[in-house]
Each structure stands twice: as structure tokens, then as C-alpha cells.
């Protein structure tokens, strides 16, 4: 496998939003009182921030790996879409 980057991140990917329904589905499961649109929101609230954190970590974890290109080019530490 030459590059398993695009690989690790669907996997990724779909395991938080899987871990994020799981959570949906007992906390509905629970309780079914019309905290539901709030419940909601918390969980697309989670979801962003989970992609955030996921995206930066990601972004970290590349930079490490090849820090020997970024020493020389540390601007591009910060360009996401390369």
C-alpha cells in the first residue's frame, strides 16, 4: 500500500461517526423527554469538535512523520489542503 493516509482517515472517519450514534441511541433510549432537539445539538456540537480535533491531530501526526521536509518549509506546516 503505497499511501494509507487517505485509508486511516475514512477509517477514522467512520468510527467516530459510528461511535456518535451509538452515544444518540442510548441516550434516546433512556430518556424520551423532549430534550430530544437539544440532544441534537449537542451531538452535532460533538461531532464538529470531534472533527476539528481529529483534523489537527491528523495534520500533527503528518508533520512528525515528515518533519525533516517541514524544517525547511515550516509555513506549510499550517497548509491543511496539501
Not at 477514522?12 to 437539544?38: C, D, K, M, Y
Request: proline share 2%; charged share 5%.
Amino acid at each position: 500500500m503505497n499511501n494509507a493516509y487517505p485509508a486511516i482517515f475514512c477509517i477514522g472517519a467512520l468510527v467516530s461517526f459510528l461511535w456518535l450514534g451509538f452515544i444518540g441511541h442510548s441516550t434516546r433510549a433512556q430518556s424520551q423527554e423532549s430534550h430530544s432537539a437539544n440532544s441534537s445539538i449537542v451531538h452535532i456540537d460533538a461531532a464538529l469538535v470531534a472533527l476539528f480535533f481529529g483534523l489537527l491531530g491528523a495534520r500533527a501526526g503528518f508533520v512528525y512523520l515528515h518533519w525533516e521536509y517541514f524544517t525547511t518549509n515550516p509555513i506549510e506546516i499550517i497548509w491543511f489542503w496539501q
